[in-house]
Each structure stands twice: as C-alpha cells, then as structure tokens.
C-alpha cells in the first residue's frame, strides 16, 4: 500500500501563486509516474501534469507555461508550482501515483485550490 499526503492548497487572488507538494509513503517504488489532476464542482476529474521517475513531464494544455510539475525521488515527494492562476483553476487537486511493477494508482486525499477574480 501507499500513502499519500498533500499541502499547500488555499485560497488565492487571480495571478499569484501556489505551490503543492504530496510526499509518498509505504511501500513505494523507485520506478513510477506521479502527478496531479484536478475536479471542480460539476464537472470530471481531470489530468493536470505528471513526471516520470526520470523526469519526463506531461501537462494539460490550460496550464502550459503556468504550472511546473517536479520530484524529489529521495523524498517521494512531487510538487506542482502554479503561476499566473486564474478563476478557472479552482477545483479540488489529487495527488497520483502511479506504480509500474504492481499496475495499479493511488490517490491523495484532494486539497482544495480556490482563485477569486
């Protein structure tokens, strides 16, 4: 099993900046894909950016440029720095860990992300 814990989520003015941070636990692999997805209210959960053990990144095209997606493979820990927020950035956000060996994703327990205009 693996345990994931996530901070840094508020209450933002449109244009700053947060940063979230998820440090995984328990029986982890060395070799996985972790990343972060996002749902607001009403609508599906939805991919936001993942890094691979390796450091290959993959973003949604509505954060390109504004949110930097990274790892620190000694801590298990991923961050995801957010630039330039908008309103549409609001929504609930997911740390995910993908293990290879095993097949199989874990899920953070969502920390709330919310811009005002």
């Known amino acids: 099993q693996v345990q994931l814990v996530e901070s840094g989520g508020g209450l933002v003015q449109a244009g700053e900046s947060l940063r979230l941070s998820c440090a995984a636990s328990g029986r982890i692999s060395s070799i996985n894909r972790m990343g972060w997805f996002r749902q607001a209210p009403g609508k599906q959960r939805e991919l936001v950016a993942t890094?691979?053990?390796?450091?290959?990144?993959n973003y949604a095209d509505s954060v390109k440029g504004r949110f930097t997606i990274s790892r620190d493979n000694a801590k298990n820990t991923v961050y995801l720095q957010m630039d330039s927020l908008k309103p549409g950035d609001t929504a609930v956000y997911y740390c995910?860990?993908?293990?290879?060996?095993?097949?199989?994703?874990?899920w953070g327990q969502g920390t709330q992300v919310t811009v005002s205009s």
């Open positions: 995910n860990v993908y293990q290879y060996f095993e097949s199989r994703q874990y």
């Open positions: 890094i691979t053990s390796d450091g290959t990144t």
